[in-house]
């Protein structure tokens, strides 16, 4: 450094009066990494940046979302109070006069439409406190079934396939601390590099000690460029995939015939079908060749250890259940579970992605990951909220579901907390107008979201650096995310929102708290004795043990690192292999003659989900201002297309505009659109109505489309 610099820093630091230190957790992705806001007052000015800060997950690193978070945060677009539409425009209210306006109008849909008129649409970005409420809030404060959130087109299929198969669903079955130690990953349809950036180093390490990666994924992306072998398939294709993986393991014997017998059921099954298989079919159906096929399983059957990961390439689809659960018989197959660097990884999307659906926010489920269904489950949460259990609705149906429900008149008015369906669900044309047709529809949020705009009432939350609470991280690691940054204007927390308006429907017994912690108190009994069990879980262990993995039954008791180590959760304690045809019953889109390319649909690594929060931001949205297509150069040229011109992409549900990006890294018959834009770049007006019948996953990942230059 030169003298001059010098002195030039020494008079900045003299210049900063105060510095002030607020801790958090980064509001994005599921590794919640931790970090610090640094606030630098000078004079009147105060200035802000972001610090990573170490835990046993994250070990300190933030990625470029992380870094700029708080440009969101601070954003002066932030809703600070609340508003009511009046006459087609936006008012600032107070706070009683919105909540008056939601009592009136909500008492009037349950007595003109019924209970389950009323309907409750949340979120896996709220904290654990917050998705539990939200769940009671439903069932108690509005006595409707009618509640699902956004996590349904996200972990859906990760989550049934793991509960069908292991009788259980906690994201990751190991700590992320063993994959640096395994021999052998399989990365099917995950983009850990743009989407879990922080999570890199440890496949990093995991590669420095001969650790042999695939990835399986149509296109090349920061993710396949670590693997030592790259499946391109064909969208969509990745029960083939799994299926002909395992027949060629069982036909090199390269399979645990002992722990099949001990600890699996169903394999019998599998494997007849599996020999039927020809595997010139399953090259022809995934567009994989035969001789990676042969070298992918043969290297994963044959090392000593070995993990699976899967993500929304494979589980956003209307047979994403079914691939899940084809790549966990491949698991069980080899025997590659419940033991040291072994095991398997949904890799989940949302910050708490894994804790919101465990506690009741789901159609059909109760805190602890009870069932809404079963009567024991039923009493045992009806006492702990002091309710008849009769009074407890039954289960409700899917996100997406409830805009048919909308659509059919049956649904009238909707409460959206922390979520934009207009862009993030599928058909988006169909839900946009569904959304209109809403006698009432309240949504909380930060900013003014193209869901927002259709609201009758808009209440200002609080965001990441303000609202504290517990987050489920993607290892299924409890952590507490405290947070004490000053509430701006008069924003209110999620969860105080949620009492105030109980409150105002006469249900205030029933949520009377003072603080996220007493709710967490709560929760713990909650989910006491269920499969997530949180009750050995308090705040002062967090503080001072960096997190805990569930379950965890007692305060003695450290958490579980390793599920499975001797039993399934099933009844009889084996996992359930399961066999999925080919050839799934419904079909899915495929390329014909009016729309010829297959589409799908993802992320990049500056943006998150709709975009609402990172187009805020403008270190964030200076790296991507808009949608694009990928498309491969000789595809391009095929359709008269050129690098950077507008092209129309039509499905038959609807059509967008947006640039082209040629690229060779993409297979020939497939685009890519990203899907954190909206209006007529929103990608979503193409995808289609379809949902898996398991668990009701659209299929965001496979569409058939036809691309023209404008
Ligand atoms: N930067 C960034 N990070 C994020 C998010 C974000 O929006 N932006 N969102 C967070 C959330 S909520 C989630 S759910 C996760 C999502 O994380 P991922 O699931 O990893 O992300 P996606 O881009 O949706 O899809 C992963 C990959 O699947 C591939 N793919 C597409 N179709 C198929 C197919 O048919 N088969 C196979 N095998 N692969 C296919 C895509 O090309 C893509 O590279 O990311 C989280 N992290
Ligand atoms: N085509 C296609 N569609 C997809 C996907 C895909 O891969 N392809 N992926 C799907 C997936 S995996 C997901 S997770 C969904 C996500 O879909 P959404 O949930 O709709 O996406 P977000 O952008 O997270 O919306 C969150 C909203 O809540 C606001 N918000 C942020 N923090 C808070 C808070 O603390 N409190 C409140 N009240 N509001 C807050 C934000 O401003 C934003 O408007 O999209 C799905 N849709
Ligand atoms: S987006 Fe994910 S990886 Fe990046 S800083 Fe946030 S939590 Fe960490
Ligand atoms: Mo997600």
Not at 346 to 359: D, L
């Amino acid at each position: 450094m030169t003298d001059l610099m010098l002195k030039y820093f020494r008079t900045k630091q003299q210049e900063v009066q105060s510095e002030k230190i607020y801790d958090s957790q980064c509001p994005y992705c599921s590794m919640q990494c931790k970090m610090q806001l640094i606030e630098q007052t000078n004079v009147t000015r105060k200035m802000y940046k972001t610090v990573g800060k170490d835990n046993p997950t994250s070990e300190g690193r933030l990625c470029i979302k992380g870094m700029n978070a708080h440009q969101h945060a601070l954003h002066r677009d932030r809703i600070k109070q609340p508003l009511m539409k009046i006459d087609g425009e936006f008012v600032a209210v107070s706070w009683d006069r919105a909540l008056e306006k939601i009592k009136e109008n909500f008492l009037e849909i349950q007595q003109t439409d019924g209970h389950d008129a009323l309907s409750v649409y949340g979120s896996a970005s709220i904290t654990n406190e917050e998705a539990y409420l939200l769940g009671k809030f439903a069932r108690v404060a509005l006595r409707t079934k009618h509640i699902d959130y956004n996590g349904r087109l996200c972990m859906g299929a990760a989550a049934t396939g793991a509960n069908q198969t292991f009788g259980m669903d906690r994201g990751f079955t190991n700590t992320i601390q063993e994959i640096p130690h395994t021999r052998c990953i399989i990365l099917a349809g995950t983009n850990i590099a743009e989407c879990q950036p922080t999570i890199m180093p440890y496949f990093e390490r995991a590669k420095e000690n001969g650790c042999y990666i695939i990835a399986i994924d149509p296109r090349e992306t920061a993710t396949t460029k670590i693997a030592d072998l790259h499946l391109k398939n064909k969208p969509g294709t990745d029960v083939a995939l799994a299926n002909g993986l395992l027949k060629v393991m069982i036909e090199k014997n390269l399979i645990d015939q002992d722990f099949i017998e001990a600890r699996t059921t169903g394999f019998e099954e599998v494997m007849n079908y599996v020999s039927s298989i020809d595997l010139e079919d399953t090259s022809e159906i995934t567009g994989v060749p035969f001789e990676q096929l042969m070298q992918a399983a043969t290297v994963f059957g044959q090392e000593e250890s070995g993990m699976i990961f899967t993500a929304r390439g494979i589980e956003q689809q209307i047979d994403g259940t079914a691939a899940v659960r084809c790549f966990l018989n491949i698991l069980l197959a080899t025997g590659k579970i419940g033991k040291p660097n072994s095991g398997y990884g949904a890799v989940t999307g949302q910050g708490n992605g894994q804790g919101a659906r465990e506690h009741g926010q789901k159609a059909d489920q109760l805190p602890g990951y009870r069932s809404i269904e079963n009567p024991e489950h039923r009493q045992y949460i009806a006492d702990v909220w002091g309710i008849n259990e009769k009074d407890l609705p039954r289960k409700g149906v899917s996100a997406y579901e409830m805009f048919e429900k909308v659509n059919h008149g049956e649904i009238t008015g909707m409460f959206v907390m922390c979520s934009n369906p207009t862009v993030s669900n599928p058909n988006a044309n169909f839900v946009k107008n569904a959304l209109k047709q809403l006698k009432f529809l309240v949504v909380v949020d930060l900013f003014m979201s193209d869901t927002a705009k259709y609201a009758d009432v808009i209440l200002p939350a609080s965001s990441y650096l303000e609202d504290e609470g517990t987050m489920t991280n993607v290892e299924g690691r409890v952590t507490l995310r405290e947070a004490s940054f000053p509430l701006p204007g008069q924003v209110k927390h999620d969860w105080q929102i949620l009492c105030e308006i109980a409150s105002a429907l006469g249900k205030n017994k029933f949520f009377n708290y003072q603080s996220a912690e007493e709710i967490f108190e709560e929760l713990r009994i909650a989910s006491r004795g269920g499969i997530a069990d949180y009750y050995g879980i308090t705040y002062e262990r967090l503080r001072k043990e960096q997190g805990i993995l569930w379950p965890c039954p007692t305060l003695n008791e450290p958490g579980t690192d390793r599920l499975f180590t001797d039993h399934f959760a099933h009844e009889d304690g084996k996992a359930k292999m399961a066999l999925f045809p080919n050839h799934s019953e419904e079909p899915k889109p495929k390329p014909d003659r009016d729309y010829p390319l297959f589409l799908t649909t993802g992320r990049v690594m500056s943006h998150y989900l709709t975009g609402e929060q990172t187009r805020k931001s403008p270190s964030l949205a200076a790296r991507n201002v808009e949608a694009f297509m990928e498309v491969h150069p000789q595809t391009a040229n095929d359709y008269g297309l050129k690098e950077d011109v507008l092209v129309k992409i039509e499905s038959k549900y609807g059509h967008i505009i947006v640039r082209s990006k040629l690229s060779e890294t993409i297979r020939k018959d497939t685009v890519f659109v990203p899907f954190h834009w909206t209006d007529s770049q929103n990608v979503n007006r193409l995808v289609a109505n379809q949902l898996d019948p398991y668990c009701r996953m659209p299929g965001f990942k496979v569409s058939a489309v036809r691309i023209n230059p404008i």
